[in-house]
């Protein structure tokens, strides 16, 4: 295992995601520490969850992800390694993991979830506070230097999981979300863009503004235009062309977007 990641609310100012490396490669110099992102909202699970699980699958196998989106760090919540798959998690069991646990089950991968109730692979005091730094990134890194996961705690059979949205269909066509928004300020919805079926007769409705039909990408329209466009990952995403979307339209992560199919 030589890669390690790191997803959280943590931001850019504070120094901390420095310190989850200085831990790590204290304990593992030779490893591979890659951010994901420290800009997720703060406290933010839901929106943890779905930034983790768009980036995971495109790690190779054995990487270790750390994830601290945190909000219950010093209460009775349980600090979690999990195996996913082919890949290593690590964090607090508050649910984040829960879009990565349905495409192993659905997929019949493996999955084993241990409770970090062994302080030997800790750091030597622990803070209520910053369990990111003295739990999370040194069990990660030893994990990183070979120790079994049986080694790290107590396995458990019953993860956190927290109810995640899906699209629904309807009479007239599909109700989705806004699932995340970029710093470009546009929307990613949870719409797989398979499920237009090649259809072009359709209108996106989201907080009373209509965006007609899909274009291929952005420049395919005037500046300052609404578009729909299908994502990197095969989701349709709504865009203001050279503009934000989220802030013209005032909109967050969970808003309701109509996909409507002309008759």
């Known amino acids: 295992m030589s890669i390690i990641t790191l997803t959280t609310d943590f931001g850019h100012r504070s120094g901390f995601t420095g310190v989850?490396?200085?831990?790590?490669?204290?304990?593992?110099?030779?490893?591979?520490?890659?951010?994901?992102?420290?800009?997720i909202a703060a406290?933010?699970?839901?929106e943890g969850a779905l930034t983790l699980w768009r980036a995971c699958k495109f790690f190779p196998k054995d990487t270790i992800h750390i994830y601290i989106v945190d909000p219950g760090v010093g209460t009775a919540r349980r600090a979690l390694a999990a195996n996913l798959g082919s890949h290593f998690f690590v964090g607090p069991d508050n649910g984040l993991l829960t879009?990565?646990?349905?495409?192993?089950?659905?997929?019949?991968?493996?999955l084993k979830f241990v409770h970090l109730d062994?302080?030997?692979y800790w750091l030597p005091k622990v803070s209520r506070t910053f369990h990111g730094r003295d739990i999370f990134s040194p069990v990660a890194a030893h994990l990183s230097n070979g120790i079994p996961l049986a080694e790290l705690g107590s396995f458990i059979h019953d993860p956190v999981r927290i109810k995640m949205v899906r699209p629904e269909k309807t009479s007239t066509g599909w109700i989705a979300h806004v699932t995340l928004i970029d710093n470009f300020g546009n929307l990613a919805t949870d719409f797989p863009a398979e499920a237009l079926q090649g259809r072009t007769d359709i209108l996106f409705r989201i907080r009373g503004t209509e965006i007609h039909g899909v274009v291929d990408s952005y420049g395919f329209r005037a500046?300052?235009?609404?578009?729909?466009?299908?994502?990197?990952?095969?989701?349709?995403?709504?865009?203001?062309?050279?503009?934000?979307?989220?802030?013209?339209?005032?909109?967050?992560?969970?808003?309701?977007?109509?996909?409507?199919?002309?008759?």
């Open 118 to 120: 062994n302080p030997k």
């Open 99 to 110: 879009p990565i646990i349905e495409d192993a089950e659905r997929a019949d991968q493996p």
């Open 223 to 263: 500046l300052g235009d609404l578009v729909a466009v299908e994502d990197s990952e095969d989701y349709i995403e709504l865009a203001e062309v050279n503009g934000s979307a989220a802030r013209r339209l005032n909109a967050k992560v969970g808003d309701v977007v109509e996909v409507i199919f002309s008759e």
């Open 20 to 39: 989850l490396k200085g831990v790590i490669y204290g304990i593992a110099p030779n490893v591979t520490v890659v951010d994901i992102g420290h800009g």
């Open 43 to 46: 406290q933010d699970v839901h």
